[in-house]
Every structure is written in C-alpha cells, then in structure tokens.
C-alpha cells in the first residue's frame, strides 16, 4: 500500500498521541510513504508560531525527508488540485465546514496523482474513499 501523510498525520506521530500510534503502524506496513512538498513549509509553520525551537523543528523536517517521498507541485498535482479544490469546497458547505483551502486539494492531488491512500484526521477528507481515517 502506498501512502501520503498530510500534516495532521506528521503531527500526531510526532507528538506520540494513540492517532499517532496508528500512522506509525500505517507507516511501517505502507509500501510507498509520500509527503506533498507543501506540508513541510506548513509543519515548519505550525511549529514556528508554537515557538519550538529550529532545532527541533529541522529535525522533525529532516525526519520526514529521510522516511518519506517528497512529491513536488508538477504539472499533473496543479490540474488534480484545481479539479479537486472545487470539489472539496461544495463538499464543505454539504458538510456545515468551514471551505478548506487550496493546501487542503493538494494534499488531496498527491494521493490521487500517486495511487496512494491519504492518512489524516482533516475534516475535510472525512468518509473519501482514498482515505485512511484517524480523526475523532
């Protein structure tokens, strides 16, 4: 099984909580592990306004990198995203959430341009199909 960590994954592994239990166990058993090059810039983010020190925080980067498969913004991400985006929105509102944003169909994108399966606890992905569910 192939599979791409959205940042929401990544966080949960990190800080070591029982969601985060299961994306290591989902990590172990995948074949293929992908994270969107865009989830670095918004982990390092989060963890920049959490005021975690840039230590830890290019470990953590570092750590993704070594275990996982960096997937650029390509020509064929960009079409999926667009594609998606509007698709996620009108899913949204069906929903009573709040529209997610274009990060959210690039995440999205990568798991439809690669094959893979998407591990999250986003909202947004809840109950799609190339979803791996670990939110509450």
Same mark, same amino acid.
């Given at each position: 099984?192939?599979?791409?960590v959205?940042?929401?994954? /990544?966080?949960e592994?990190?800080?070591?909580?029982?969601?985060?239990? %299961?994306?290591?166990?989902? #990590?172990?058993?995948?074949?293929?592990?992908?994270?969107?090059?865009? %989830?670095?810039a918004? #982990?390092?983010?989060?963890?920049?306004?959490?005021?975690?020190? !840039?230590?830890?925080?290019?470990?953590?980067?570092?750590?993704? =990198?070594?275990?996982?498969?960096?997937?650029?913004?390509?020509?064929d991400?960009?079409?999926?995203?667009?594609?998606l985006?509007?698709?996620?929105?009108?899913? !949204?509102?069906? +929903? &009573?959430?709040?529209?997610?944003?274009l990060?959210?169909?690039?995440v999205?994108?990568?798991?439809? =341009?690669?094959?893979?399966?998407?591990?999250?606890?986003? +909202?947004?992905?809840? &109950?799609?199909?190339?979803?791996? /569910?670990?939110?509450?």
């Amino acid at each position: 099984m192939k599979i791409v960590v959205d940042s929401y994954a /990544w966080v949960e592994l990190f800080i070591g909580s029982e969601k985060g239990g %299961v994306v290591k166990e989902k #990590l172990s058993e995948a074949e293929e592990i992908y994270t969107p090059d865009i %989830v670095l810039a918004e #982990l390092a983010r989060k963890y920049w306004r959490e005021s975690v020190d !840039a230590q830890t925080i290019a470990e953590r980067i570092s750590k993704i =990198v070594e275990i996982s498969r960096i997937v650029p913004i390509d020509k064929d991400v960009a079409i999926k995203a667009a594609e998606l985006d509007l698709e996620l929105k009108k899913e !949204a509102r069906k +929903k &009573g959430l709040q529209a997610p944003g274009l990060f959210d169909a690039i995440v999205l994108a990568v798991a439809e =341009v690669t094959g893979a399966k998407l591990i999250t606890g986003d +909202k947004h992905f809840e &109950g799609r199909p190339r979803v791996i /569910w670990i939110g509450t």
